[in-house]
């Protein structure tokens, strides 16, 4: 099975400060999610990166996926308070087949000091 | 942009009752929906697949017959904790994959907190 290591698990930071956040595969990704929970809450959906070596960005936030597939960062810029949160990354273990389901890292928990 | 609701959002119940759990999409229709769940501080981990129409998925550990799901239409699917105990307290997500070719994103419920006495 697919498994996702994200780092750090957790991050304080200074409102202002530019932050990253890594998800690493251990095999090959047909598409990498990003989502961004509240405590308590459901998860919003940043962004989806299929491509080796894709990059988006929405608003303050970039996401990459490295050439090789297996490797994402997220990286936000002049970080507020309204970006503190969970980040999780997820993986789409359908590995060609028909049977997709999303596969998710344990999280970085992200906190913004005003 | 699409919405998926849960219902309830908490739900507290004694020791032995059975709670149903829905989740909709809102403005688009779902031929799969998926059900997590997630202990504190922990991920999200993957109960089952349900495609409407058919039976669900099951991951590997999940009871079946604990973990009643029924997905009767493309905007509905629930879930039926049956005699619920309270090691089943935890918080519920489903999410709702739209038909869209090429597009794989899910989106998520709001979640339904379960604390069973």
């Known amino acids: 099975s697919q498994e996702l290591e994200?780092?750090?698990?957790s991050l304080i930071v200074q409102e202002g400060k530019n932050l990253t956040i890594n998800c690493t595969s251990s095999k090959t990704l047909y598409g990498l999610?990003?989502?961004k929970q509240k405590y308590g809450e459901g998860l919003i959906f940043l962004m989806m990166l299929q491509k080796g070596g894709?990059?988006?960005s929405h608003e303050k936030i970039t996401a990459k996926?490295?050439?090789k597939k297996q490797q994402s960062s997220l990286h936000i810029t002049a970080s507020q308070p309204s970006h503190a949160g969970i980040y999780l990354c997820g993986?789409?273990?359908?590995s060609g087949g028909s049977n997709y389901k999303l596969t998710f890292g344990k999280g970085t928990l992200l906190t913004v000091n005003p | 942009g699409a919405v998926v609701s849960q219902h309830p959002s908490r739900v507290i119940c004694?020791?032995?009752t059975s709670v149903k759990i829905e989740c909709r999409s809102l403005d688009f229709q779902a031929t799969t929906m998926f059900w997590y769940r997630q202990f504190p501080k922990q991920s999200l981990m993957l109960m089952a697949t349900s495609n409407e129409g058919s039976k669900a998925t099951y991951e590997q550990g999940v009871e079946k017959d604990k973990f009643l799901i029924n997905h009767a239409s493309l905007t509905l699917s629930t879930l039926t904790v049956t005699s619920a105990h309270p090691e089943d307290s935890?918080?519920?997500i489903c999410s709702a994959r739209p038909f869209r070719g090429g597009l794989n994103e899910q989106?998520?419920?709001?979640?339904t907190r379960l604390t069973v006495l």
């Open chain 1, 65 to 67: 996926l490295d050439e």
């Open chain 2, 107 to 111: 989106f998520f419920g709001p979640g």
């Open chain 1, 54 to 56: 894709e990059e988006k």
């Open chain 1, 33 to 35: 999610y990003w989502y």
């Open chain 2, 14 to 16: 004694k020791s032995g």
């Open chain 1, 6 to 9: 994200q780092s750090p698990q």
């Open chain 1, 91 to 94: 993986a789409d273990s359908r």
């Open chain 2, 90 to 92: 935890s918080f519920y």
